[in-house]
């Protein structure tokens, strides 16, 4: 295989498995909100207190393939977006302070949840319009531009998307990691979150295509579609069965299967329509590409530490696998 195309869908999975995995923990910051009492944000706090800070690790991984083997769109994406990439990550610190400090913290607690939810909502809002920025294309001359230059109806549409996205996979986790009243609840809220969530994938389609020349040439032209028709109806069907699933008495595993495996579907129709660009209308992922000296170098690396940071992750969740029974001891 090709070592540019190599290094392009290992950062594909690196990005797939951040979204995935550091999504539902992002998101229950999100939910807080719709959650008052002290003993349930207690709970969700320790559903997640084993992973939270691992599965932060793909975004290391992802940001490390990116500035090692497209050097060339590391700059341009950097150069452009530092804005929202300093506020997303001042945002992800104050949630791990806040994290760290609420379980030690008395008086204080209550500022501490405001700051996990501020520090959740404000992180995974950054992340929703960094990837409608990069979708509609950063300018090649960033120097001209202003701070705000990243902000666009698109982009502010995506950060929206990506909240919503991530609550609804946090509701999933919490069916998967509670009980009684609470998990109730979260089917219940979960259920109004895929709806949405349908109706946003379904606007961002239409304007991908309607907006970008080369999307609609790629899904539209000769039978493209329906060749690519596995995709869409494989999302619709996913959102189906987890509407469904998400009822009176919910299955307790099977939702967040589901909302993964909708996320993978949105994630697959994304590369679908930029490939092969990792800058839309500028670099491809062959130009882009450090020269093969480097990526070779770089290859020894990368598979001892990808199977290593797998086999960790794989095992961390598999050891603190079942409910949140309790909201003192946690597992």
């Known amino acids: 295989m090709d070592l540019a195309l190599f290094y392009y869908l290992l950062l594909g999975f690196a990005v797939l498995m951040y979204v995935v995995l550091d999504g539902f923990d992002l998101g229950l910051g999100i939910l807080y909100p719709w959650f008052r009492s002290e003993n349930e944000r207690d709970h969700m706090m320790r559903s997640i207190s084993h992973v939270w800070d691992g599965n932060e690790t793909w ?16 700059a341009g994406v950097l150069s452009t977006l530092y804005t929202p990439i300093i506020i997303m990550l001042i945002g992800l610190i104050f949630r791990g302070v806040a994290f760290e400090y609420r379980f030690k913290s008395n008086r204080s607690k209550p500022w501490w949840d405001k700051s996990f939810w501020l520090g959740s909502t404000v992180a995974t809002f ?24 990243w902000l666009s109806p698109f982009s502010i549409f995506t950060g929206f998307a990506l909240m919503v996205a991530y609550a609804l996979l946090a509701c999933c986790y919490l069916v998967l990691k509670s009980r009684g009243q609470m998990l109730a609840r ?32 790629r899904w539209f032209d000769g039978l493209n579609l329906l060749w690519l028709s596995p995709l869409p109806l494989l999302s619709a069907l996913l959102g189906v069965l987890l509407y469904r699933d998400l009822d009176g008495k919910p299955h307790e595993t099977r939702p967040f299967w ?17 490939f092969p660009y990792l800058i839309p209308h500028q670099l491809t992922f062959a130009q882009a590409s450090a020269p093969d000296t480097s990526l070779k170098f770089l290859l020894p690396g990368v598979l001892i530490f990808l199977p290593l940071i797998c086999a960790y992750t794989l095992w961390g969740y598999r050891i603190f696998s079942g409910k949140v029974e309790d909201f003192e001891e946690g597992y």
């Open 258 to 274: 589901l909302a993964c495996g909708l996320f993978v579907m949105g994630f697959a129709g994304l590369v679908v329509s930029l």
């Open 126 to 149: 950054c992340q929703g319009a960094i990837l409608g920025s990069v979708v509609q294309g950063v300018d090649a001359a960033p120097a001209e531009l202003s701070a705000l230059a």
């Open 59 to 74: 975004l290391v991984f992802g940001g490390v393939v990116l500035f090692a083997a497209f050097p060339a769109a590391y």
């Open 186 to 217: 979260a089917a219940h809220l979960g259920r109004r979150l895929v709806i949405m969530i349908m109706a946003i994938l379904l606007v961002l389609s239409l304007w991908m295509v309607l907006a970008n020349e080369e999307v609609s040439a």
